[in-house]
């Protein structure tokens, strides 16, 4: 397996993810909401992260295997939701790390799971 090639995506696919966050961050500042500066620190640390991982490995020549594939989008979730719990954390709407990656674990996989008390 081509550990390098599979960190070369699996870097485009988190600055993608981070790149999505603009979206409630355009939210959130058209609202004056008082947590945009989680979403835009969250923001900066996915795509920074993303970037760096997508520059720093080598590009893939030909197909990915299925053992690749499959480290990809197992990679790609774990990381998808790690980042996706940042803003929850920098926000302070949870304290736990855990509850905040099962949060946006939830949200990718829309289950409709929450670990929020009060949601109203």
Known sequence: MRIKVVLHYLG???ALIGLSMLLPLG???YYQEPDSLAFL???G???GFGFLL???TPAASGKLSRREAIALVAGTWATSSAF???PYLLA???QSFLDAYFEAMSGFTTTGATV???IE
């Open 84 to 86: 996706a719990a940042l």
């Open 41 to 43: 620190i969250s923001l």
């Open 12 to 14: 485009l696919l988190t």
């Open 92 to 94: 302070g709407t949870f």
């Open 54 to 56: 997508w520059k720093l």
């Open 45 to 47: 640390i996915t795509v």
């Open 27 to 29: 939210w959130s500042l």
């Open 116 to 118: 929020l008390g009060n």
